[in-house]
């Protein structure tokens, strides 16, 4: 059976109170709804890995700008956070990796658990810098 993978819509309850993370958030978003559809018109791997490159490089500029902005408020969280932004990032390029070089990848499992990660992510680490 068939994984289905839902568009990502943004609304009100994944803000974090920062403006420019809410933005950034929403890029995200995007982007990974940009692969869903690439992955729902059977997009081929070439594609779905340069999208997945997308992804992971705009992440990466964000966790920085998330941490920056911590380290500029002296946020108390910070360590436990950028633990988790590190883990984040080196699952996502260790997907890449399977994408652009494994066999019979499973993409839209894949992609929902990418989804649900930086879901939970936001609105977990995330809320909690806000205030
Ligand atoms: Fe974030
Ligand atoms: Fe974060």
Known sequence: ????????????????????????????????NELRQALVRGSGREQLSELLDRLIEFTRMHFWSEEQLMEQSAFPGLAEHRAEHHSMLAQMIQSAHRVQYGEGVQMRPLLCSLRDGFLEHIEGLDQAYGP
Not at 1 to 29: F, K, P, Y
Request: net charge negative.
């Open 1 to 32: 059976m068939e994984t289905h993978v839902t568009l990502l819509t943004w609304n009100h309850t994944c803000s974090v109170g920062v403006r420019a993370m809410d933005d950034q958030h929403g890029i995200l978003m995007d982007t990974m």
